[in-house]
């Protein structure tokens, strides 16, 4: 992508931004919140969504994607966050056939990867077993059994687990709690026989679930990859996951940011336009400049991922990290640019706060991305 977009992107880019302008505008996902939707979101924008190829935008061909890259990818979730639309891009996508992707057998891939270019089949990944994320601290369990593996634990804060057709589990089949060796990749039906999928009421309004199993019996052919080499696959499609939920919280801080400009040059105060205090101007371009830099470094990272680098663990962290503290920065400064009425439900500059607070945890908080850069670089 370089730093600079070309006349293919510039397309993408364009027609990814007006279709969710009308077709998953902020009032849209209002609605989803307000009638307490019990999918999360709409399925008939995911057919859509799908239909336009991004579905199967970084699926190879051979397996009826479109093979375009993650750099289209990164543009598609850029526009998506600007308008806070809902859909299972980042769960079935950047996640779900991620893994299939890194990790999968050749049989796993044609049976799963066809279905979910064409949007007809929702996968996600489970890996947070606390509030904080790490993924060499799971514990979930295992035990081999006579024709498989037998799971149990819980997972919380999955990707639209309630509504997933399969889930992959990340479990411990051998080591401690802690090492990153032992743990094991399996496919889950989301049927399952001793699964329990609750619905978690985010901050957001976005979907998240806790899934209980219960002694849930899988067999020999779930395993995706190695057995007890799940974490090494699993870093590579988070690293990805980062990438893309790092441009979609830079696609929402851009639009507070404009909407927040546009406040400033209609909101009068003391008899003239609040956007001719020096002070908000400062406030302004400090912004602005996090943003352009926030821009930069989600264009590398996802060029990255495009060309194989061997930089990409450290970008995707440096990207996370800035570009999460840049979606907090922004849309703190929105409501509060706003005065008292971005405190109000009324007005959409809160329900980007809620958004950006939830991603900023997601795949990791800044800080803990900031310490896994330092690691990476041997500071």
């Known amino acids: 992508m370089g730093l600079v977009l070309d006349e293919e992107q510039t397309i993408l880019k364009d027609s990814a931004k007006a279709f969710f302008a009308d077709q998953a505008p902020v009032t ?60 299972p891009l980042v769960s079935t996508v950047l996640l779900g056939a991620g893994t299939l992707m890194e990790a999968g057998s050749e049989a796993q891939k044609s049976a799963l990867l066809p279905k979910i270019a064409e949007g007809s089949l929702l996968l996600t990944v489970a890996i947070d077993e606390g509030h904080h994320f790490n993924p060499a601290q799971t514990a979930f369990e295992a035990k081999s059994d006579s024709d498989g593996f037998i799971l149990t ?71 995706i990859g190695a057995i007890g080499g799940g974490y090494d696959a699993l870093e590579s499609v988070l690293d990805r996951a980062a990438i893309g939920l790092a441009a979609e919280m830079l696609g929402s801080a851009s639009a507070v940011f404009e909407m927040t400009l546009d406040y400033l040059k209609e909101r009068r105060q003391f008899g003239q336009l609040i956007g001719s205090f020096q002070s908000l101007q400062h406030r302004a371009a400090d912004m602005f400049t996090q943003l352009e830099l926030s821009k930069s470094i989600v264009m590398t990272a996802a060029t990255a991922l495009d060309e194989s680098s061997n930089e990409i663990s450290s970008l995707a962290s440096l990207a996370k990290a800035f570009v999460g503290e840049t979606s907090n920065k922004v849309t703190r400064e929105g409501i509060q640019m706003h005065g008292g009425i971005g405190m109000t439900d009324e007005h959409d500059v809160g329900l980007y706060l809620k958004r950006s607070r939830v991603a900023e945890h997601t795949f990791g908080s800044a800080a803990y991305h900031r310490d896994r850069y330092a690691r990476l670089n041997d500071y």
């Open 28 to 87: 849209a996902f209002r609605k989803l919140r307000d009638e307490k939707d019990e999918t999360g979101f709409s399925r008939e924008l995911w057919r859509a969504m799908a239909e336009m190829g991004w579905a199967g935008i970084v699926i190879p061909e051979a397996y009826g994607g479109l093979e375009y890259g993650f750099q289209g990818l990164a543009l598609v979730l850029e526009e998506q966050g600007r308008t806070l639309a809902a859909s």
């Open 153 to 223: 634990g819980e997972k919380t804060f999955v990707l639209d687990g309630h509504v997933a057709d399969k889930i992959i589990v990340l479990a411990r089949t051998s080591g401690n709690k802690g090492d990153r060796e032992g743990l094991t990749l399996f496919l889950v039906e989301g049927t399952a026989e001793g699964l329990t999928r609750e619905r978690l009421k985010m901050l957001d309004s976005r979907n998240a679930a806790l899934l209980m199993f219960d002694q849930v019996k899988v067999t020999g052919d779930a395993v």
